[in-house]
């Protein structure tokens, strides 16, 4: 009886444990369907807020006669010119964002500027622990060390925090000292509206920069060879070392670099994602002799890819370079007179003011060179530029150039070498008024102009001379035929006279 009891009950109790085991699974999957259910819900809503966003203003489409940009989904974007700073598309440039891990891009301009690829930096306990386990890493360990190159292509490749820390304390000996150095740079390239807390782009609430301030930031960093390098490699291989024991592989998550989506003229760039960012993206591609750094701020993947494609598109496809000195009509230097410099006393002489060749224009491909306003600007503090000339059109700024002075080691003869912008003439021809500037002083004495004038009015003088006495000659001849001819009637009559008489 006690058996058949126990049997009973333990029958009973499988029976409860397949019934609670069949209730857990049930309330699993009701679990897992409310959390399906809730994150499908959360992406729908993500996607129509960046659905929404494209109905944003884009500033630069509001400019007379320029060429109409894409619309986009991300918050805020800009299509820089590296080179000149010349800004092709602006939407919400200055809106305060949080970057994310594209903070990176100043974490290793600022190691690159200030250290050596050769140096080894060492993983201190703050670099490796200070940040969180599960987020981007290269799986270093607190006491091994790797060189600083090996550290970039950690830092842009396989976007490790624990790398962006170390090369923090290599720079500056401390996080918080490099996040320092961080903010200053950023002020010093021009940047307002950034505030850096960390060199990694881990989110805080005062992290924070704008798409045109990353953008000044990138286009340092894009004008630098070895970092487009870097920043431009698609899988990274570490190899084992005395002081790093792993050999490993990293890959590039930007899909423009590691050729998911191919592009031409790719030459780098750097991804970033956060909750509270959520995917921002920057890149960097030359064509048509434009280097254009694209910043994209606040858009879910993976249209921060195909943003940046129709924004490239946009901008090689509407503008063109212009050279500033084959195209400049407006401004004359004045070289009349004295105002030469060259190479000999009789020979090779040139302004003493020039353009400088290498500098260019962005303009949409409707407009001329001839359509621009220009400004010139004095204030120029190198010694070999006298002047600034700034291009616009309709209020935007598209390029500049500088007025240079020539130098020649072997120049001609000089009496003042001391030069400065209230020593030289720049005529500005305008249309409905004219600006004159005179020239207070002659700086230079070109010898063969001097030569050839002397030359000239010896000349002349010296026509002068013989023209008087060719006239003074012909009048002497002329009192002498007549004294000549005068003697001969003279004695003409005196023979007349003689022979009347008979001898």
Known sequence: ???????????????????????????????????????????????????????????????????????????????????????????????????????????????????????????????????????????????????????????????????????????????????????????????????????????????????YDLALISSLFFRNEMLCKISNTGRYHFEATATQPDDFFKNNKHKLVNGEIPYEGILGGKTGYTDDSRQTLVTCAEQNGMRLVCVVFKEETPDQFTDTVELFDYGFHNFQVLNISENEEKYNIESTGFLQIGNDVFGSSKPILSIDTESYVIIPNTVSFQDLDSEIDYSQSDENRVGGIEYSYNGMYVGNAYLNLVTDNASSYEFDTKMTSTDVSVEKIETKSETEVETKDTIFINIKKVLVIILVVAAIVITIFMIQALITNGRTAKRRNNRIKRKQRRRSRMRSDFDDFDF
């Not at 819900?41 to 109409?68: C, G, V």
């Not at 360990?141 to 292509?153: A, F, R, V």
């Not at 842009?156 to 320092?180: K, R």
């Open 1 to 211: 009886m006690f058996l058949l009891n126990k049997k009973r009950f333990l029958q009973r109790g499988r029976l409860a444990g397949l019934l609670l085991s069949f209730l857990l699974a049930f309330g699993s999957f009701l679990s897992d369907g409310l959390i399906l259910t809730a994150e499908a819900a959360s992406l729908e809503e993500l996607q129509e807020e960046a659905e929404a966003r494209k109905a944003l203003p884009i500033q630069s489409n509001e400019i007379d006669n320029w060429p109409a940009g894409p619309q986009i989904g991300a918050q805020a974007a800009i299509l820089m010119d590296a080179n000149t700073g010349v800004i092709l598309y602006s939407k919400n440039i200055h809106e305060r964002l949080y970057p994310a891990s594209t903070t990176k891009i100043m974490t290793a301009l600022l190691a690159a500027e200030r250290g050596n690829l050769d140096d080894m930096v060492e993983f201190s306990h703050e670099a490796v622990f200070s940040v969180p386990a599960d987020g981007s890493n290269m799986g270093m360990d607190e006491g091994e060390s790797i060189t600083l190159e090996e550290c970039l292509y950690g830092i842009m490749v396989a976007s490790a925090n624990e790398a962006a820390n170390a090369a923090g304390e290599y720079v500056s000996g401390s996080i918080e000292d490099f996040v320092a150095l961080m903010n200053e740079r950023a002020e010093e390239i021009g940047c307002t509206d950034t505030h850096f807390v960390n060199p990694n782009g881990l989110h805080d609430p005062q992290h924070y920069t704008s798409a």
